[in-house]
């Protein structure tokens, strides 16, 4: 079975334009989290979406927002960027939203901004 | 508040042992362990919910100690293949479920 798939693999993009970037999870799996990972940090929750709806928001500024669509994949959208938005964005599937359920990460999205 | 790791590094040799810690301040609901190599995804180890419970992935366990509000990962035994990044990353119930807060890491590399 294919595991979590994201698009694009890089990206280099412009202090002040707009970024989307692609997620599909795990067959079967109902829940898409989004994460944020610096170099030499660890990944840092941004949202959670489970059967379309945002179940978790962490410490992010409303200039990052995510949907989840009928086929269960997801999109996170960064507008207006800052140089402190290069990182490594990881998607996340599970196949519910309970506390039990493994994360499975997806192989990330590097961003750069120049 | 995030969970704190200890140690920050660690270098094996093949065949020998390492802990790594993951503390809370918090009450702990489950504790998610990984392990990242340099440029790839974090790969899924396993999941200790809380009760004391201890698993084990061939030779790599852990324990979760629900007094300390804290895991410890134990790799036996090391091999070539342990080496990279282990994070943990914690649940604290609630209306946190699903969202794993983790540590800075611990680097562990193995030598031959």
């Known amino acids: 079975d294919a595991g979590v798939t994201q698009s694009p693999t890089h990206l280099i993009k412009t202090r002040g334009q707009q970024v989307t970037l692609r997620c599909s999870p795990i067959?079967?799996?109902?829940?898409v989290s989004w994460y944020q990972q610096v170099l030499g940090q660890g990944p840092q929750f941004i949202f959670q979406?489970?059967?379309?709806?945002?179940?978790g928001r962490g410490n992010f500024p409303d200039r990052f927002s995510a949907r989840q669509f009928p086929n269960y994949s997801s999109e996170l959208n960064v507008n207006a960027l800052l140089l402190g938005d290069s990182a490594l964005y990881l998607c996340?599937?599970?196949?519910?939203?309970?506390?039990?359920?493994?994360?499975?990460f997806g192989d990330g999205t590097r961003l750069s901004i120049l | 508040q995030q969970p704190v790791q200890s140690p920050q590094a660690v270098i094996l040799r093949e065949g020998e042992d390492a802990v790594i810690n993951c503390s809370s301040s918090?009450?702990?609901?489950?504790v998610h362990w990984y392990r990242q190599k340099h440029g790839e995804a974090p790969v899924f180890l396993m999941i200790?919910?809380?009760?004391?419970e201890q698993k084990g992935h061939d030779k790599i366990s852990a324990s979760f100690n629900e007094k300390k509000q804290q895991s410890s990962l134990y790799l036996t035994a090391s091999q070539l293949s342990y080496s990279g990044t282990y994070f943990c990353?914690?649940?604290?119930?609630?209306?946190?479920?699903?969202?794993?807060?983790f540590g800075q890491g611990t680097i562990l590399t193995v030598h031959p």
């Open positions: 918090k009450a702990l609901y489950s």
């Open positions: 200790l919910l809380k009760g004391g």
């Open positions: 067959s079967g799996h109902k829940s």
């Open positions: 979406y489970y059967e379309k709806e945002e179940r």
């Open positions: 996340a599937s599970s196949s519910g939203t309970g506390g039990n359920q493994p994360q499975h």
């Open positions: 990353g914690t649940e604290w119930g609630g209306t946190s479920y699903g969202k794993l807060t």
